[in-house]
């Protein structure tokens, strides 16, 4: 049995091998081949965009924010973080990406 198993495995690694091997290399994105910078100025702005979102806000909904996405805390951690109950914290997680979006879209930024 362990015989037939290595031969099995063997046959594997040359299959892929030579699959790899007969196929043409894929086409790089552009942007890859420019060295990534629009990449990188398009994260830029929307992270520039996302920030002055965020900042139209309410304190209140952004702190629930920045709690629960930005830390990666659970609701029942951002409560106590935030000393307020887990139903608020709920209440203004559901509504602070409701106007989160609202305020992407107004700014062009979707995902």
Known sequence: MRGWLFTVARNLAIDGWRARSARPNEV???????????????????????QDALGSLSADHRAV???????????????????????????????????????C???GVTP
């Open 28 to 50: 790089q994105d552009l942007a890859e081949r420019a060295g990534g910078e629009d990449v990188r100025l398009d994260q830029i702005l929307i992270g520039l965009e996302m």
């Open 65 to 103: 924010v920045d709690q629960l996405y930005y830390r990666d805390r659970s609701v029942a951690d951002a409560a106590i973080a935030l000393g307020v109950p887990v139903g608020t914290v709920k209440s203004r997680a559901y509504y602070a990406l409701r106007a989160l979006r609202v305020a």
């Open 105 to 107: 879209e107004e700014r």
